[in-house]
């Protein structure tokens, strides 16, 4: 038994964000029934990457990934005999993930009021952009925008040239990711709660504000008037030789902020001539423009000489914290991601078999696991609704999109 | 009210926190924003940098009060047999311990996960490291960044054919405090429906590799490696920030044909509707840099937050870039009630950021960080049941300050 097993999770999202929640809690053995648009499915299957040679629908590697462990029934919740299936299946499930614009979960009956009236043992955890009541200049959203309306966005990258945009962050989703993590916590929290109380929970996450919660430590400061704040795109910043320095086979990221760490860097380079002019504690004390200038091109001439792995290896030993700036394939070759485990094959119907990323944390008695690939669409839509409400209850072929 | 019924989710849990500086912090913070009473111990030989750094006084330090609002302090010194007796004493009390020091510190101590656990079987015991708590790389340790670094973030972020710039330096410690909590979460669950604890080994840098999925799955599926590319994307076309009047920035992202019609109308220039090099995703992807230079031209005069709303209108997702002073003093985030106010054992007040979640039946969130020490009484009087006179006999040992 996993530390889920036997929980209902209703996932009504169709995008990043609610489907990633949904896959947090589907690999810890929830079962996660996934509720698709008979025909075209869920909106992720259009976005790569795309396995080679695959067909439109079962082809996404997002999907896959997002997907693992879950059940898909086709099932449209808009017209009024699949939003009666919809209404039966909530009396079987502990919990809904949605992460449609506002206003959509009142379109399908399913308002926090109605929850409460009508099904108060169901946890609904709602993703949205800007939270249940958008102001109109945040109507539409993506992750982008939503990167930019929380402060990630204007600072980044750190020391940024002001002339240059600033930039996206990794990746297409990470605002997804980020508020489908918070999505779950939340979830697993009220799941815990409603042991003792059997009662449910209207949960309401913003994208923006789980972004910008993210910057708390600065953020905090801010608004309690202990940080400055103002127009400067450095405003998160902290100052020092810290940075990205090129390598032979790469990049490495070198951090710099207190005397030992300058000390180790002396042991690491044997005490070149040019250390000598600066003071031992400079980095806390004396951190002057020009000495960061200076220390930066001494630092970039050594590093252009050394392999990123190797040089990282040896000034972590003596204690200085430079490390590599690794790509997709770094991490597949990275020995501490095969001991732990980070990377799991998994095997597609349709995609074949490919090395998928799991999750960063390792719990001893209850590990997450990848014991199913990604549904097909409608996959489980026959069975899957006669286990979960009884064969009576199922709508008309028409409402699923007939077998699948 | 006190720190056992605030109510929310996580009411009469107990966690005891063994944490410095962000993410270890952010933990305990989270876990308390959901109604959890959380207990620092903290010892005054080791303390937490963000109490002393750059500040004169340890019980007024604003980087620490960022963290650690909603909690008790206890202190105890750890380097003798005796505080650690208390604190085993106190973990037999206890749900949950985080800790975030540096590798091998908790064995050291004497606080390893088979020591607690012979005390309180199931306690949920949660260890943050940058590489995790074992494997051939458990040894190194590093900041924020260079979780981003490592975990295949900062290769991502960069100007087109450019060297990695990276995300900003504060990314990353609480997205690994928050991948804790819900480990954590999952484990306590765990333990109210069958009585069995375990040890939860968080890894900050597979956090970091967890928000980038899709890209690595790239690289599995197709052997593809991502460079940087600035603000382009794979399925919209303009994607980007472009600068507006009086240095401000404004993010547009044009997801569909219909959306590029729009923005086209908003820009008053209908003849690039058709135009070859911009009708559909794929040619506006081809033609990015003249799109780019293009949609920058138009903005380049305009009001940012005006030209934000007016996309808005217009079925167009488009944000004005908010600066840190924007951000305290956006509407929205304050009408959510996204920051609050706080207020500390001395009745002072004080505005900070709350929690990101709005639930029915939440916890409240009303007390500042504590003082160091703070809650000794409680700690050693309420909970461990030390007479007052055995409280005086080990704060003259020196094991309790």
Request: charged share 20%; hydrophobic share 40%.
């Amino acid at each position: 038994m996993s530390a889920l097993t036997g929980y209902k999770v209703l996932e009504l999202a169709e995008s990043v964000s609610g489907e990633y929640c949904g896959k947090l809690l589907a690999d810890f053995g929830a079962e996660l029934i996934k509720l698709e648009k008979p025909g075209c499915g869920s909106p992720t299957r259009q976005l790569g990457p795309r396995a080679p040679g695959t067909d439109d629908l079962e082809g996404s590697g997002l999907f896959a990934y997002l997907n693992t462990n879950k059940s898909s029934i086709t099932l449209d919740v808009t017209n009024p005999s699949g939003a009666s299936t919809l209404a039966t299946l909530l009396q079987h499930v502990d919990a809904v993930i949605d992460d449609h614009p506002a206003g959509w979960l009142k379109g399908v009956g399913l308002d926090p009021d109605t929850l409460k009236q009508v099904h108060p043992q169901v946890v609904l955890c709602s993703i949205t952009a800007f939270g249940q009541a958008p102001p109109q200049d945040r109507l539409h959203a993506q992750d982008l925008t939503v990167f930019h309306s929380s402060g990630w966005g204007y600072h980044t990258g750190s020391t940024a040239d002001e002339n240059q945009p600033p930039l996206k962050g990794a990746g297409r989703f990470l605002p997804s990711y980020e508020a489908g993590l918070e999505a779950a916590l939340c979830v697993v929290a009220s799941l815990y709660e409603r042991e003792d109380s059997r009662l449910g929970r209207f949960i309401d996450i913003s994208q923006q504000e789980v972004l910008a919660s993210r910057a708390d430590y600065v953020l905090a400061q801010m608004v309690a008037g202990d940080m400055a704040v103002g127009p400067q795109r450095s405003a998160y910043d902290l100052h020092g030789p810290a940075g990205i320095f090129p390598c032979r086979d790469g990049y490495a990221y070198i951090w710099m902020s207190a005397p030992a760490h300058w000390a180790a860097l002396g042991k690491l380079l044997d005490n070149p001539q040019w250390m000598a002019s600066f003071p031992a504690n400079w980095l806390e004390r004396e951190c002057t423009p020009q000495r960061v200038a200076e220390c930066r091109r001494h630092i970039a001439e050594w590093l252009k000489t050394q392999d990123k792995h190797a040089v990282a290896a040896a000034a972590q030993n003596l204690g200085l914290t430079l490390v590599a700036i690794n790509n997709a394939r770094d991490l597949l070759d990275s020995p501490q991601y095969r001991y732990r485990e980070f990377f799991a094959q998994v095997e597609h119907p349709v995609q074949g078999v490919a090395l998928y990323p799991t999750v960063p944390y390792k719990l001893s008695e209850t590990p997450a696991r990848i014991l199913r690939p990604a549904p097909l669409l409608g996959q489980h839509t026959e069975r899957g609704l006669a286990t979960l409400v009884g064969e009576q209850a199922v709508g008309s072929r028409a409402d699923t999109g007939g077998a699948s | 009210m006190t720190a056992r019924n605030r109510g929310g989710p996580l009411q009469g849990v107990r966690v005891v926190e063994l944490t410095k500086v962000w993410a270890g912090p952010c933990v305990g913070k989270l876990l308390a924003y959901l109604g959890a009473e959380v207990i620092r111990v903290e010892s005054e030989d080791s303390l937490d940098v963000t109490r002393t750094y750059g500040v004169a006084d340890i019980n007024n330090a604003p980087g620490f009060q960022s963290v650690n609002p909603q909690k008790l302090s206890v202190q105890i010194n750890m380097k003798t047999r005796e505080g650690v007796g208390l604190l085993l004493d106190l973990l037999g009390k206890s749900d949950i311990l985080v800790e975030n020091l540096r590798p091998g510190a908790v064995k050291r101590l004497g606080l390893g996960y088979d020591k607690v656990k012979a005390i309180k079987p199931d306690i949920v015991y949660v260890s943050m490291g940058m590489y995790g708590s074992e494997g051939p790389l458990s040894y190194q340790t590093g900041y924020a960044p260079c979780f981003a670094a490592l975990g295949g973030l900062s290769s991502l972020v960069g100007y087109e054919g450019g060297a990695p710039v990276g995300m900003n330096i504060r990314y990353a410690d609480s997205t690994f405090g928050a991948s804790a909590v819900y480990g954590a979460l999952v484990a306590l669950l765990h333990r109210r429906r069958t009585g069995t604890g375990q040890f939860v080994d968080v890894s900050a840098v597979e956090c970091m590799s967890s928000m980038i999925g899709d890209s690595l799955m790239d690289f599995a599926l197709n052997g593809a490696i991502a460079a940087c590319d600035g603000n382009r994307h794979a399925e919209m076309a303009p994607h980007g920030a472009y600068a507006c009047r009086n240095g401000e920035w404004v993010s547009i992202a044009v997801a569909s044909d219909d959306q590029w019609r729009a923005l086209v109308d908003a820009m008053g220039q209908p003849g690039l509707v058709d135009h070859p090099s911009f009708c559909s995703l794929a040619a506006r992807r081809t033609h990015g840099s003249e799109l780019d230079s293009l949609v920058a031209a138009w903005t380049a005069t305009r009001d940012a937050q005006e030209l934000a709303c007016d996309l808005q209108q217009r079925g167009i997702a488009a944000s004005r870039s908010q600066s840190s002073l924007d951000l305290v003093s956006d509407p929205h985030l304050w009408s959510r009630g996204f920051y609050q106010e706080v207020t500390d054992s001395a009745g002072q007040a004080k505005t900070t950021t709350g929690p990101s979640w709005k639930m029915s039946r939440a916890a409240k969130v009303s007390s500042g960080a504590p003082r160091l020490g703070e809650h000794n009484a409680y700690v050693l009087g309420d909970i461990l049941g030390l007479s007052a006179a055995e409280q005086r006999a080990l704060t003259a040992a020196g094991i309790t300050r």
